[in-house]
Nanobody, 125 residues
Framework: EVQLVESGGGLVQPGGSLRLSCLAS????????MSWVRQAPGKGLEWISS????????SYEDSVKGRFTISRDNAKNTLYLQMNSLTPEDTAVYYC??????????????????RGQGTHVTVSS
């Protein structure tokens, strides 16, 4: 059974940083591409970033490009999202999601993928 457990969320001031983690189990993590998505209060899911199974050039949504960095440690079965220069607009529940293969597809397809329970990020002064 696929299990994805996100952690690292919390309350941070504007301009601050957080690093989210997603611990994966129940599947061979190294074989699958992964993504981060988020859901802001009262809004739908929004794709944030994707990374292939072996790393390589990731993909980012425009609003987080240059501020967020996705990475993975296949030895630890863990996906990360380093978030810098946070703004109140980044307030959301953040989820990691697992693709069905080694390469990620279109961001439009990410919403139906299995994901964890999420971790809350609140950016506020």
């Amino acid at each position: 059974e696929v299990q994805l457990v996100e952690s690292g969320g919390g309350l941070v001031q504007p301009g601050g940083s957080l690093r989210l983690s997603c611990l994966a189990s129940g599947f061979t993590f190294v074989r699958y591409a992964m993504s981060w998505v988020r859901q802001a209060p009262g809004k739908g899911l929004e794709w944030i970033s994707s990374i292939n199974s072996g790393g390589g050039p990731p993909s980012y949504e425009d609003s987080v490009k240059g501020r967020f960095t996705i990475s993975r440690d296949n030895a630890k079965n863990t996906l990360y999202l380093q978030m810098n220069s946070l703004t109140p607009e980044d307030t959301a529940v953040y989820y990691c999601a697992k693709w069905n293969g080694a390469l990620f597809g279109s961001y439009r397809d990410v919403y139906g993928l299995p994901r964890g329970q999420g971790t809350h990020v609140t950016v506020s002064s």
